[in-house]
């Protein structure tokens, strides 16, 4: 008995020890995402943060919070953490918050779609093996497909259809598989490139 409680008692601290690391770099990573937001040579420019769970939600909110960020349009009356959080569980915790940092407008707008985004902006900030890093713009058939989706949606909108479709060089009649297709053949090359990373981030070692 003395030696099953012995065992007990050490994957117990073991599992205590492991939660405690997992939290610590988490919080080490949000650091480096308040540290970028609050540099100087920052201000003024707008990025993306690409979730991809729910945990980095969590720390994003708190993030964004803390540094008291507001939504930039909402339709209704709703916290900012209340707001990220619904739109965020409609994609399954997968998904796209535009940062404006301005020293009088700190806001965040949200669409779930990267490539959305990168026609506007090529800062797009995700934790990639634990490490938190620029989307480039490469896809494996899985997340292709999930960025196909919302890419197809964008252009079959019945009020902005037109303008999506024009922008991404899709029509209407391209399909889901099509889009995911191109995607791939681009991967780290994305449809729009125009605009170069301008966020100054000490090359991960903030």
């Not at 007990?8 to 610590?24: D, E």
């Not at 964004?64 to 994609?91: D, G, H, P, R």
């Not at 995700?126 to 890093?133: C, K, P």
Request: hydrophobic share 35%; glycine share 4%; charged share 35%.
């Amino acid at each position: 008995n003395s030696e099953l409680f012995k065992s007990i008692w050490r994957i117990g601290i073991q599992m205590l020890l492991f939660c405690k690391i997992i939290r610590w770099e988490r919080e080490a990573k949000m650091k480096r995402l308040e540290k970028i937001i609050n540099d100087e040579r920052n201000m003024g420019l707008d990025f993306i943060v690409h979730i991809q769970n729910k945990n980095e939600l969590e720390d994003l909110i708190e993030v964004l919070t803390k540094l008291e960020f507001e939504i930039q349009l909402s339709l209704k009356e709703q916290t900012l953490k209340k707001w990220m959080e619904e739109l965020a569980e409609e994609e399954n915790y997968d998904t796209c918050f535009r940062i404006r940092n301005r020293k009088d407008d700190r806001c965040v707008a949200y669409n779930p779609s990267v490539e959305h985004w990168r026609m506007f902006c090529n800062d797009i900030f995700e934790i990639r093996n634990g490490e938190l890093e620029f989307n480039e713009g490469n896809y494996d058939l899985n997340s292709a497909r999930i960025e196909a989706k919302r890419i197809w949606k964008l252009i079959n909108e019945e009020n902005f259809g037109d303008t999506h479709f024009s922008r991404f060089g899709f029509s209407t009649k391209t399909s889901e598989k099509e889009i995911a297709q191109c995607l791939m053949r681009n991967s780290n090359n994305s449809i729009i490139s125009e605009n170069k990373g301008k966020v100054k981030w000490f090359n991960n070692k903030v």
